[in-house]
């Protein structure tokens, strides 16, 4: 099929069928490989040329499968991606590369194994921690790794394929950016939605691929007539988003999202790997230090002997007062999937966090579907009137 | 005319009750070892890759997954749970991870103990040790109370390789390696926060002794493949924590269960049951319902005797570690060992939950069962997540059929005696099926 849409409503055409580029490179003789979570190392995959693809969830499919072997206490959107798994949608994945990214995560990669057996399985197991000791580990883990890939492809990942594709995918990094710096000036000049849609097609395609459909977004927004309008801006946490909805049901509430820190989004594309000696430390810290999902255990100092709780919000949550600063947001949204530990332990301290910096904030629970967002929108109408 | 007591339909151990009586007394002797100025540390079950440590420097261990049963027990969680929830914390989660946090904060409010605290409370800890192991509850929960405490917070790392990536030697190596590195660290850290130093021959002496311990304890549960099965699931769970947790003195706990495996084995040979007429062996996975532990009683009336339960609460096969000189190394080895002690038949079987999945497949055999209670939490994902997988494996594999009853740790109104009652009658029927089945495919029970 040649590609013929050029920019966002190529973005658009990605995200309403996020499979159909992978499923077409596939017959083409590509191979594809399936990640969980933002852990696996895909400059890894792209030094191989294979294409990487997240592995998300489908908000509007029931799940229907899933319930025979993960019971329905465990975050949706993990179920969901069992789920589509088990109904053969990932099936032209040539394998995947899962990660111990939380407790249910690394038990639906077993899972994923156990019942479907792709012909190709890693699984990543991520440290808890950041010690040194703990960055050696990663480092092994992703060698392990590279092993294995070149192993089930017959191929050998020369330091000047992997450079190359740490290059490919820092400049990916770094375009993200350029794109999330349109949403800086008031009013953005890219909705929140948009660029939602934006980060799970980019988590669809070749990084290559990405790149060059991210120049056109950036130059086809810098040159927008139809502006948005100004509105209360909005920072939005939390554990995974890979739909639109709750987004669109924010800012259809009189919001503009302007900044995120989510998986699919600043999360996973703001931090780049530091060009090393040897690339495997560099990408060991990037993927283990770097990359500030909360389900990695942090401390303001090493080894501290006392706690001073805002030192420690301070070294846990600073990045975000950053954010507050330079997209200038009147308020933040944090958001959880029922049942995801990982980021329910970290409210309150988030909260605590928002609070000391004097940013206003709400905090909504969902079970991942379209149909208990309804409720949730009084919720956010009555947030928008406090910020005013 | 004296009315005729009704004999109990589960056989208790005589031994079992020295055991818990020690056990109980841990929150007191935190208590006291505070008030006398010695520092308490609360504790998440770590697998036994911390506890040597702490013991070595001889502090006071308190471990809050435990006093959530026990606040469950007494009535005070509702309370300790509302507070929580009124701090911010979402209703989803860990309700022994709630529980402690509505106690913490009740604490810091009134700056003391709260007098409504059972067994004494937990006395205010000078380090919060968390444990990446198996749960993410088991490091947030305590990250989450910094808001209450000032006591530093250390995570010990125990990695989760894959059954299949288990398979390399160079990863085992690897992996203790790093355990050692991170538990060399560990006790630099305690060594400053108590200004003073390891003493490594006492470590060494821990170590070993609460390594007996387990060792005895797995060889007393080994017994239990008898039949009749000699001892019953709440025997183990009245004892498991003298080993899980490891509370008490492990010299005390080691005569404790040298007495009780001396019944055991007595038991044994004279092919006495923990329940009178064994009809059922039966499997329970994973955490108990605490506030119902009756309803065994009333399944045991009705012939079933379980014989195996709770991996996690389980100490490891027994590996020889006594050449291995340098105790961090040991201690790294005989946890590691124990998360992973199932993987190499696992690995055979296709399974690849190698640790809280196959154990049940693996003892579903050895253990010789008919059936399983699943007992599926609200709040613990982590005892939770592999049980429909246990159900759908234990079935379609050996025939081996399952009830499943919900519940949840401290919200004790989820568990309905009678409906799992009433299901049980039909698991019955099922067992009976099934029991053919297994015959009729050649499989040995
Ligand atoms: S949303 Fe939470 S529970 Fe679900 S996969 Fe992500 S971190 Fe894990
Ligand atoms: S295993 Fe369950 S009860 Fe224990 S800390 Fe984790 S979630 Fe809580």
């Given at each position: 099929m040649v590609v013929n849409r050029k920019g966002i409503e190529r973005i658009k055409e990605i995200y309403q069928d996020r499979a159909s580029r992978a499923q077409e490179l596939k017959a083409g003789g590509k191979q594809v490989m399936g990640y969980l979570c933002?852990?696996?190392?895909l400059e890894m995959l792209t030094a191989l040329d294979i294409v990487p693809f997240r592995i998300l969830g489908q908000m509007s499919e029931p799940i229907t499968k899933a319930d025979a072997c993960l019971p329905t206490i465990v975050c949706p959107f993990i179920r969901s991606t069992l789920d589509l798994g088990l109904k053969g949608k990932y099936d032209f994945m040539d394998g995947v590369v899962m990660a111990h990214v939380c407790d249910v995560g690394e038990k639906t990669s077993h899972i994923w194994r156990t019942y479907l057996n792709p012909p190709y399985y890693y699984f990543l197991d991520v440290p808890h921690t950041t010690h040194l000791a703990a960055q050696e580990q990663m480092k092994e883990q992703i060698k392990t790794l590279r092993q294995t890939l070149e192993d089930f492809t017959g191929k050998k990942i020369t330091a000047a394929k992997l450079k190359q594709a740490i290059d490919l995918h820092n400049q990916q990094r770094a375009l993200v950016r350029e794109l999330y710096d349109l949403r800086k000036p008031d009013p953005p000049l890219i909705s929140g939605a948009e660029t939602l849609q934006t980060m799970v097609a980019l988590m669809s395609i070749p990084v290559a691929e990405g790149n060059d459909l991210l120049k056109q977004v950036i130059s086809e927004v810098k040159q927008r007539k139809n502006k948005l309008s100004k509105k209360p801006r909005l920072l939005i946490w939390g554990s995974i988003i890979d739909n639109v909805a709750l987004v669109e049901m924010i800012e259809s509430a009189g919001?503009?999202?302007?900044m995120d820190d989510i998986c699919v989004g600043s999360r996973a594309f703001f931090p780049a790997v530091a060009q090393t000696d040897d690339p495997l430390d560099g990408l060991a810290y990037r993927y283990l230090v770097e990359l500030k999902c909360p389900r990695t255990f942090r401390e303001a100092t090493y080894g501290e002997t006392k706690k001073d709780y805002i030192q420690d919000l301070e070294s846990r949550f600073g990045y975000i007062k950053e954010y507050i600063r330079d997209w200038n947001v009147n308020g933040v949204i944090l958001q959880a999937v029922r049942y995801c530990d990982i980021h329910g332990y970290e409210v309150p301290a988030v909260r605590d966090y928002l609070d000391h910096i004097g940013t206003p904030h709400i905090y909504l629970e969902h079970d991942y579907s379209e149909a208990a967002l309804a409720p949730l929108r009084t919720r956010v109408q009555a947030f928008l009137e406090l910020l005013g | 005319m004296m009315e005729q007591k009704k004999k109990k339909a589960i056989n208790r151990l005589q031994t079992m009750y020295p055991l818990r009586a020690n056990i109980d007394k841990m929150y007191e002797r935190g208590v006291e070892a505070s008030k006398t100025g010695k520092p308490t540390a609360w504790c998440m079950v770590n697998w036994w890759e911390a506890d040597p440590i702490l013991k070595a420097m001889d502090v006071e261990v308190v471990y809050p997954e435990n006093y959530g049963a026990v606040c469950a027990a007494f009535g005070t969680a509702p309370a300790y749970l509302d507070r929580s929830d009124a701090d911010g914390f979402p209703t989803h989660m860990c309700g022994y991870a709630r529980n402690c946090i509505g106690y913490t904060s009740r604490m810091t409010e009134l700056g003391q103990i709260p007098p409504e605290a059972p067994m004494g409370g937990m006395a205010k800890p000078f380090l919060l040790l968390c444990s990446g192991a198996l749960c993410d509850a088991r490091y947030k929960w305590f990250q989450a109370l910094g808001r209450y405490l000032d006591a530093p917070v250390w995570t010990v790392e125990i990695p989760h390789i894959g059954v299949a990536e288990s398979q390399d030697p160079a990863t085992r190596a690897q992996v203790i390696k790093f355990m050692v590195k991170e538990l060399g660290e560990f006790v630099k850290f305690m060594e400053r926060m108590l200004n003073k130093k390891m003493d490594w021959d006492k470590l060494a002496e821990v170590t070993d002794d609460l390594i007996k311990v387990n060792r005895l304890w797995h060889e007393i549960n080994e017994l239990r493949k008898a039949r009749p099965c000699p001892m019953h699931s709440r025997d183990f769970w009245s004892c498991m924590n003298a080993s899980l947790y490891p509370a008490g003195d492990p010299k005390e706990s080691l005569k404790l269960y040298q007495d009780m495996y001396t019944e055991v084995k007595d038991r044994v040979d004279k092919k006495i049951g923990a329940v009178a007429n064994e009809k059922y062996r039966m499997l329970f996975a994973e955490l108990p319902p605490w506030h119902d532990l009756k309803i065994f009683d009333e399944l045991a009336d009705r012939g079933w005797n379980f014989v195996v339960e709770s991996w996690a609460y389980h100490p490891a096969k027994p590996i020889d570690t006594t050449k291995v000189s340098n105790p961090l190394e040991r201690i790294a080895a005989e946890t590691y060992h124990w998360l992973t002690g199932y993987f190499d038949e696992a690995y055979k079987a296709k399974e690849y939950m190698g640790y809280f999945a196959y154990p049940y497949l693996e003892w579903a055999r050895t253990y010789q069962c008919d059936g399983g209670l699943l007992h599926p939490l609200l709040t613990c994902r982590t005892a939770t997540n592999h049980l429909m997988l246990i159900q759908d494996r234990l079935l379609n594999k050996l025939k081996v059929p399952t009830l499943v009853a919900e519940g949840d740790i401290v919200d004790l109104k989820l568990f309905n005696h009678a409906e799992t009652m009433r299901k049980a009658e039909t698991l019955e029927e099922m067992m009976d099926h099934y029991k053919q089945k297994r015959r009729d495919e050649g499989l040995e029970w």
């Open positions: 933002i852990y696996p190392v919001a503009n999202v302007v | -």
